[in-house]
């Protein structure tokens, strides 16, 4: 996966949903709650944060990736 095609993917994160990552060679994933992709910056780094820290993603070594779907509020 490119970079491009992983900020495409990414995307949906708004801080409201959760992501987890696998990368190739490793066995554990990195989850990271309320995730938010960081827009395009002159590096072109992918970088996604949580709010207190900045995760920067190695895309060609990303092997699959779950987006949650978010808090949903269930009506009494």
Not at 15 to 25: K, M, S, V, Y
Not at 31 to 39: C, S, V
Not at 48 to 71: C, M, N, P, Q
Request: hydrophobic share 45%; proline share 5%; no cysteine.
């Amino acid at each position: 996966m490119t970079p491009d095609q992983l900020r495409t993917a990414l995307r949906e994160l708004n801080g409201e949903r959760d992501l987890t990552l696998a990368f190739i060679g490793m066995a554990e994933h990195l989850h990271i709650p309320k995730a938010m992709l960081i827009p395009d910056e002159p590096d072109h780094l992918v970088k996604v944060t949580d709010g207190s820290s900045v995760y920067i993603v190695e895309a060609e070594r990303v092997v699959w990736f779950k987006i949650g779907l978010g808090h949903v509020k269930v009506k009494h």
